[in-house]
């Protein structure tokens, strides 16, 4: 009875870690990644696996003591017929010979039957609650490796799930602002790198073209003042003292005219007058 109920507090222990494993399991899945959840899952499989075959070994410890109880139901069984048949042959003989010898040896051998008899009960009934227990755990052992091969199935689910669970949740936070992976953040950070390279770059072509309309202008200026002074040399220095393109420098010199300066006028006035008229 005592291993029995040993191994009754084994069987409950170890199906209560399916429980238990699976409550704890799922409170750090709740903020792993996928490998952890994989790693977990693994490692219960292992475990359970091994509480399965610790309970395996149990078991067939138990079924191995059945029978080597069935074996002495047996034995005990064949003494027990072997008893009947010396007590039968000790009621014969003092039949023929009233020696107290037959009498007493049949008295030890009946007291001897009996308790065989009761023997055989006891073990008979130890039997029918271990065939009882052994069926009762078998079942049991059935659930267990159902659910070790459900692991598999059950990972791949649970690692969809949360990890699919924490992707969303994650994407409405980053669209939501509340949140930015570190991808985000060096995207982020290319995009604005290529905005102020094309800043630079525009402002690189505006001051480039700026300097360029600047030069031109100083370069007009110069050429013009350079122009200028030029001619100016050269009047200055000219024996004539003319100035290329000056109307007046193909008209008579004032030293081959000789006129009254007050006649001229007066004349050129009485031309006008009568123009007029």
Known sequence: MGFLDSLGRFFSSAFGLAEGKTQRMADKMVTSNADAIRSQFRKTKEDWSKDYQEMREAVAELIRIREMKAEEVKKISRESEELQQKMAGAIELYKKNPDER?????????????????????????????????????????????????????????????????????????????SVDSSSKNLEAIRNARQKSKAVAKLSTELTGAEKTDLDKELSLAGSRSKHLSAFDDAVSSKKATIKNDPFAELPSSSNISYNKKDTVDIELSKLTSGNK
Do not use: P
């Open 102 to 178: 037959y009498k007493a040896a049949y008295t030890q051998l009946a007291d001897k039957s009996e308790k065989n008899e009761q023997r055989v009960k006891e073990l008979e009934a130890e039997i029918i609650e271990q065939q009882q227990a052994i069926e009762r755990y078998k079942v049991r052992l059935l659930e267990l490796q159902t659910q070790i091969d459900s692991l598999n199935k059950e990972e791949a689910e649970t690692v969809a799930d949360i990890i699919s669970s924490q992707k969303i949740k994650e994407l409405n936070d980053r669209l939501s602002g509340l």
